[in-house]
């Protein structure tokens, strides 16, 4: 692999590793979302905590880290392939982010401005299972791990290039929700 794909894969890293969450939070004097509510640096809890408006905010500069790299990747030359590893590396930066500890999200946001970049139309059979899983359970984690496998039939089938970033993905999304799981299966998971 190239030299470009290494410096795009390490900015799209440190890219992922801004919380916009916690910065947020920070900025308008509200609470560190990881000390409250789920404990978890993202959209959801961000509604909880400081209502809709952070929310929407946090979720569109979730959404921004993900599919930014993408589409820098892609002017630069690089392949289907290449353009999805560096998405997942801005994922990982939202979990694992350098600048907070290691302490981040559970990458649902920034997964789908990575799979926005990647391949648009996959991204209409995500949001609307999370919709309908969303509507039916009022679970977000349910309705997030339930939403990625159904775009992953199309784009294995259009871009087959980025199939294994993507199960990698999943496989790392899921691993961030083994808590939820936990509770779901438990019959304890939160609700809106």
Same mark, same amino acid.
Not at 14 to 39: E, K, T
Not at 172 to 181: A, C, E, K, S, T
């Given at each position: 692999?190239?030299?470009?794909?290494?410096? #795009?894969?390490?900015? !799209?890293? #440190?890219?992922?590793?801004?919380?916009?969450?916690?910065?947020?939070?920070?900025?308008?004097? /509200?609470?560190?979302?990881?000390?409250?509510?789920?404990?978890?640096?993202?959209?959801? $809890?961000?509604?909880?905590?400081? +209502?809709?408006?952070?929310?929407?905010?946090?979720? #569109?500069?979730?959404?921004?880290?993900?599919?930014?790299?993408?589409?820098?990747?892609?002017?630069?030359?690089? /392949?289907?392939?290449?353009?999805?590893?560096?998405?997942?590396? !801005?994922?990982? /930066?939202?979990?694992?982010?350098?600048?907070?500890?290691?302490? +981040?999200?559970? /990458?649902?946001?920034?997964?789908? +401005?990575?799979?926005?970049?990647?391949? *648009?139309?996959?991204?209409?059979?995500?949001?609307?299972?999370?919709?309908?899983?969303?509507?039916?359970?009022?679970?977000?984690?349910?309705?997030?791990?339930?939403?990625? *496998?159904?775009?992953?039939?199309?784009?294995?089938?259009?871009?087959?290039?980025?199939?294994?970033?993507?199960? #990698?993905?999943?496989?790392?999304?899921?691993?961030?929700?083994?808590? $939820?799981?936990?509770?779901?299966?438990?019959?304890?998971?939160?609700?809106?």
């Amino acid at each position: 692999m190239d030299p470009m794909f290494w410096l #795009l894969a390490i900015l !799209a890293y #440190l890219l992922g590793s801004l919380s916009f969450a916690i910065l947020l939070s920070r900025l308008s004097g /509200g609470p560190d979302p990881r000390a409250c509510g789920s404990g978890n640096p993202g959209t959801t $809890n961000m509604l909880r905590l400081a +209502g809709k408006r952070m929310a929407a905010l946090t979720l #569109l500069g979730d959404l921004c880290k993900g599919l930014l790299p993408v589409l820098i990747a892609q002017h630069a030359g690089l /392949g289907i392939q290449q353009q999805a590893w560096v998405g997942l590396a !801005a994922v990982l /930066g939202h979990l694992y982010p350098l600048y907070f500890n290691f302490r +981040g999200g559970k /990458g649902v946001a920034t997964a789908a +401005g990575m799979l926005l970049g990647l391949y *648009p139309p996959a991204v209409l059979p995500a949001v609307a299972a999370w919709l309908l899983v969303f509507a039916l359970t009022r679970t977000s984690s349910l309705a997030a791990l339930t939403a990625i *496998p159904f775009c992953l039939p199309l784009l294995a089938w259009r871009q087959p290039e980025a199939l294994l970033p993507m199960l #990698l993905l999943y496989g790392v999304i899921v691993w961030r929700h083994r808590r $939820n799981l936990h509770d779901l299966f438990a019959g304890r998971e939160r609700h809106f």
